[in-house]
């Protein structure tokens, strides 16, 4: 590794990155030197660099989705058969006149009834304890 040969890439990527800037400060000199730091920068961009290469050629390598005529929007070419559809919900059926008339609605069959208070209006305010002595099952 040529630490010279990079100075001006050192130079900018450093004014343009400042978490790079800032784990560069802390780093250097107290932990590593200023040629380390920069050594093991450049090998880790190198790695990267080929594990995206890799990637990019492995995606090559996969089958390409064939498209008819570039658009997703033409999938489902079967919709043919529906083209003549009427998507329009339809009118609700409303029945005659005559016809609400000769069938009792579900009201008038139902008889009438007194309306019911609720079970708590009938209990006590209070529960008085039983005097009934209970006997164990031995007894």
Request: aromatic share 8%; glycine share 2%.
């Given at each position: 590794?040529?630490?010279?040969?990079?100075?001006?890439?050192?130079?900018?990527?450093?004014?343009?990155?400042?978490?790079?800037?800032?784990?560069?400060?802390?780093?250097?000199?107290?932990?590593?030197?200023?040629?380390?730091?920069?050594?093991?920068?450049?090998?880790?961009?190198?790695?990267?660099?080929?594990?995206?290469?890799?990637?990019?050629?492995?995606?090559?390598?996969?089958?390409?989705?064939?498209?008819?005529?570039?658009?997703?929007?033409?999938?489902?070419?079967?919709?043919?058969?529906?083209?003549?559809?009427?998507?329009?919900?339809?009118?609700?059926?409303?029945?005659?006149?005559s016809a609400a008339?000769?069938?009792?609605?579900?009201?008038?069959?139902?008889?009438?009834?007194?309306?019911?208070?609720?079970?708590?209006?009938?209990?006590?305010?209070?529960?008085?304890?039983?005097?009934?002595?209970?006997?164990?099952?031995?007894?």
């Open positions: 590794f040529e630490l010279l040969a990079h100075t001006q890439e050192i130079e900018r990527r450093l004014q343009e990155d400042p978490e790079l800037r800032a784990t560069h400060r802390q780093l250097v000199p107290h932990t590593l030197t200023y040629k380390a730091f920069w050594e093991r920068y450049f090998y880790e961009v190198h790695q990267l660099m080929l594990q995206q290469e890799k990637r990019e050629a492995l995606l090559r390598q996969l089958p390409q989705p064939r498209i008819k005529g570039g658009a997703l929007s033409d999938w489902g070419d079967d919709d043919d058969q529906f083209d003549d559809w009427d998507d329009t919900p339809a009118a609700p059926a409303r029945p005659s006149a008339l000769a069938k009792p609605s579900a009201l008038t069959r139902a008889p009438m009834r007194a309306p019911v208070s609720p079970p708590s209006a009938s209990l006590p305010d209070s529960i008085e304890p039983s005097a009934t002595k209970y006997v164990s099952p031995s007894q």
